[in-house]
């Protein structure tokens, strides 16, 4: 099956600053990258998404870049601010009448004011 | 419009009992899906269900068991709970209409095994 792995584990920024969140997948029929945030105590809530048919998708200060050929994808975050720290989760999925999703283990990113 | 609703939030149980997580959704997803959280983990697939009256295995299956009662829910049974299922369990739906959708999740149930 596919396997996702992200990286890092844990970021510090100061705010302001940019973070960036790289993953990597393992099977080249994944066609669909979602990004998730989890707040403390929280479901996890998507944030920005990928097609296997895009190089980037930007919504205001969040970016996501997908390389087909390398299999990989990363979140950008632009001008960090301290609301942003949380837990991000990077997925790949799989499927044509639906998605089968595999989930990277996270990011704690922290948000330093 | 309550997306998807999660029962119970919270629950204790003592090795070998059972209990069933119930998920339900009013948004007419065709698919449903179990979850568990464990720290440094992610989220790991349990089962899911394609669409009502299909079922199907995910990562990490054993110990569980599925029920697609209508459309709406999609229940997970613990048949003799055990120490290493205290987790957080999500329950996630997705939209009808094709593939590459984002799924929808419940605020999920935070479940202690003693």
């Known amino acids: 099956g596919e396997n996702v792995e992200q990286h890092p584990s844990t970021l510090s920024v100061q705010e302001g600053d940019s973070a960036v969140i790289k993953c990597t997948y393992s099977?080249?029929?994944?066609?669909?990258f979602p990004w998730y945030k989890q707040e403390l105590g929280k479901r996890p809530q998507l944030i920005i998404d990928?097609?296997?048919?895009?190089g980037e998708k930007k919504d205001q200060r969040i970016a996501v870049t997908l390389n087909k050929t390398a299999k990989h994808f990363s979140l950008h975050i632009t001008e960090t601010q301290p609301e942003d720290s949380a837990v991000y989760f990077c997925?790949?999925?799989?499927?044509?009448?639906?998605?089968?999703?595999?989930f990277g283990s996270g990011t704690k990113l922290n948000v330093k004011p | 419009n309550a997306g998807v609703t999660q029962t119970p939030k919270f629950q204790v149980l003592k090795t070998g009992q059972s209990m069933t997580l119930q998920c339900a959704q009013d948004?007419?997803?065709?698919?449903m899906y179990w979850y568990r959280q464990d720290p440094g983990m992610g989220l790991r697939l349990i089962y899911y269900?394609?669409?009502?009256?299909?079922?199907d295995k995910g990562e990490v299956p054993n110990g569980y068991n599925v029920s697609r009662l209508n459309k709406r829910e999609f229940s997970l049974r613990l048949e003799s709970a055990a120490p290493s299922q205290t987790s957080v369990y999500f329950c996630?739906?997705?939209?009808?209409?094709?593939?590459?959708?984002?799924?929808?999740f419940g605020d999920g149930t935070r479940l202690s095994i003693l």
């Open positions: 997925a790949a999925s799989i499927g044509n009448n639906f998605n089968k999703f595999y």
């Open positions: 099977d080249s029929a994944s066609n669909y």
């Open positions: 990928i097609r296997s048919n895009v």
């Open positions: 948004m007419n997803h065709n698919s």
């Open positions: 269900s394609a669409s009502e009256g299909t079922t």
């Open positions: 996630a739906s997705q939209p009808p209409g094709g593939s590459n959708q984002p799924q929808h």
